[in-house]
């Protein structure tokens, strides 16, 4: 499979962006998808993932009620609705799939097979 991950983009703090990771090439609807994000000089972090139908979700907690995880199976799309940002969320956003058989949720990278290439999203104080 292949992500495509868009609209990251520079915004003031407590402004809005949305993200959307557009998946080809596999069985869309058979993946967990989440988002990460690597800020400078920091490790890649988890930030949120959905399970195949969008049923269940699970946030860090650094973005919980302020981040919205969703996906559209019909659009092979997974979506990042980030409000109220913050500096601190400044960083590349990566969009990730993992082909769990069991459709469980996980933050950790190593359990993502497949990755988008970033988007940049910068949050100015």
């Known amino acids: 499979a292949q992500l495509q991950a868009s609209g990251g983009g520079l915004v003031p703090a407590g402004g809005s962006l949305r993200l959307s990771c557009a998946a080809s090439?596999?069985?869309?609807?058979?993946?967990?998808m989440g988002w990460f994000r690597q800020a400078p000089g920091k490790e890649r972090e988890f930030v949120a993932a959905i399970s195949w139908k969008g049923g269940s979700t699970y946030y860090a907690d650094s973005v919980k009620g302020r981040f919205t995880i969703s996906r559209d199976n019909g659009k092979n799309t997974a979506f990042l609705q980030m409000n109220s940002l913050k500096p601190e969320d400044t960083a590349v956003y990566y969009c990730a799939a993992d082909v769990n058989i069991f459709g469980t949720l996980r933050r950790e990278i190593r359990e993502y097979d497949y990755w988008g290439q970033g988007t940049q999203v910068t949050v100015s104080s």
């Open positions: 090439g596999g069985t869309f609807a058979r993946y967990t």
